[in-house]
């Protein structure tokens, strides 16, 4: 394979700013940041493992594989290849219409990253070369472009069988934005919407403000498909059950569009000025700091609690606030049935001074659907003799927490979940056989945490 090229950016308060040169091969990649870069000691590097302070000018070497054949900082940037995912679908068949379209696999992954690797989640931003880079970045107007409820867009959202689209449906590429995420098992797309308490459908392009003195703000748009139908309703209420609680939640909204069941997420990776905060998954950092994992189910509980505690030896995180936050995740996953929280569903926010665990952000519950019915997607250790309920506290420790706060804390939650079941059951929207499902299993869990 030939070397390929590129250049990462970011921006600092007040303009953006190069951070590094990227090289590639079938052997491997490597980054190194750039001395401009190195001066500005107030901005996060290409990832939490890279600290620019630590590796300076040196090259950072990450070993190429079938799977992860770039760094999973950059991995994230890159359309996931589940076949619901409309970015991958729609760039893809952009790609197949050139001239000489790229070969299937890391080919076509490089260029999806080139149309897609930036203005995304985060502060990291990919680009061909440092022309194509200044050119993205230089001023123009602010996005003005508005979607009714009744137009096109929710039509061409409904087709999830076709990978072929018109030229007309490749105009909605500038509206959908760049991926939103790595993998997921409903549609999601970067959009604006109407920064209202109830929300009619109506979108318009990442990043716009206003529109005719409307206000508008960011979010993650998730849309319901025929495999998961009444997911947008189960995690809209997991959602409203974590905010119950405590947790940090963004504002959320539910519409039903055209037959389109949607949830709408606000984002958090920017600031009130619209310029990005650092966020990075959990998997990006495991995976960047032990190459030998390669999925996001590719770790035991007990050693992310672990990677907590090594993590904060290099990056301004506390490791007993941030344990302390994933235990409590991980109770109201039992809790609520979501066997689906990986590596990727937990992140961190903000950088490089007072890191912290993003706030709730994929709390489906999974468990609904029999192909996702597991009791977690990260293992850690039962004891079967002393059962689930002994298993979960002593849990606590491998995240700081020790045995009386882990039992209060699942206590607590038990007491307050204790109509969760009746609460999915009610949610006519969605379908039965799935509400029943799930209730069941959740029931299920709460006899064998109380035993």
């Given amino acids: 394979m030939t070397d390929r090229y590129a250049v990462v950016w970011t921006h600092t308060d007040t303009t953006p700013i190069k951070m590094g040169n990227l090289v590639a091969t079938d052997r491997e990649m490597r980054f190194s940041y750039t ?11 290409l990832s939490l493992l890279l600290p620019p302070t630590l590796w300076q000018t040196r090259p ?48 076509t992954e490089w260029e999806l990253l080139m149309m897609t690797g930036h203005n995304g989640i ?7 070369d440092d022309r194509e880079a200044t050119a993205f970045y230089a001023t123009k107007p602010e996005p003005k472009h508005r979607v009714g409820s009744r137009s096109a867009f929710w039509n061409f959202l ?28 409903i549609p999601k797309l970067l959009v604006a919407i109407p920064d209202k308490k109830k929300w009619d459908g109506t979108i318009a392009e990442p990043g716009t403000r206003d529109i005719d003195g409307a206000a508008y703000t960011d979010v993650v748009m998730k849309v319901d498909d025929a495999q998961y139908r009444g997911l947008a309703a189960l995690e809209d209420l997991c959602l409203d059950v974590h905010q119950e609680l405590g947790f940090e939640v963004p504002r959320h909204w539910r519409a039903s569009i055209d037959d389109l069941a949607v949830l709408a ?26 190459q030998q994992v390669r999925t996001t189910t590719d770790a035991e509980l007990e050693q992310v609690g672990a990677m907590l505690v090594k993590l904060s030896e290099i990056a301004d995180i506390n490791p007993d606030h941030a344990g302390l936050e994933v235990y409590r995740r991980l109770v109201m996953a039992l809790l609520t049935g979501n066997g689906d929280l990986h ?10 001074k007072n890191i912290r665990v993003a706030p709730v952000f994929d709390p489906a519950p999974m468990r609904a659907w029999d192909r996702h019915d597991l009791l ?4 850690f250790y039962i004891d079967d003799k002393h059962g689930l309920r002994h298993s979960l506290v002593k849990l606590g420790e491998a ?33 039965d056989e799935t509400r029943q499902k799930l209730a069941a299993r959740v029931k299920a869990l709460r006899t064998r945490l109380i035993k």
């Fill in 35 to 45: 001395t401009e870069f190195l001066e500005h000691q107030d901005i996060s590097g």
């Fill in 60 to 107: 950072f070497i990450h070993a190429a594989t079938e799977i992860l054949p770039l760094l999973p900082r950059l991995m994230a940037l890159i359309p996931g290849k589940n076949s619901n995912n409309i970015q991958r679908r729609i760039h893809t068949s952009l790609l197949a219409k050139l001239p000489r379209p790229p070969a299937p696999g890391f080919e």
């Fill in 122 to 128: 985060g502060h990291i931003d990919v680009f061909r």
């Fill in 158 to 185: 409904k087709d999830e069988t076709s990978q072929e689209f018109s030229n007309a449906a490749l105009d909605i590429v500038r509206l959908i934005g760049p991926t939103p995420s790595v993998g997921g098992q």
């Fill in 265 to 290: 997420i606000e984002r958090f990776d920017r600031t009130k000025n619209n310029l990005p905060i650092p966020m990075e998954s959990f998997f990006s950092v495991y995976a960047t700091g032990q």
């Fill in 343 to 352: 590596l990727e569903n937990l992140a961190f926010l903000g950088g490089p």
């Fill in 376 to 379: 977690s997607a990260l293992p």
């Fill in 399 to 431: 995240f700081g927490v020790n045995n009386k706060n882990a039992t209060e804390i699942l206590q607590n939650f038990m007491d307050a979940t204790k109509n969760y079941s009746e609460r999915v059951v009610a949610l006519s929207e969605v379908p």
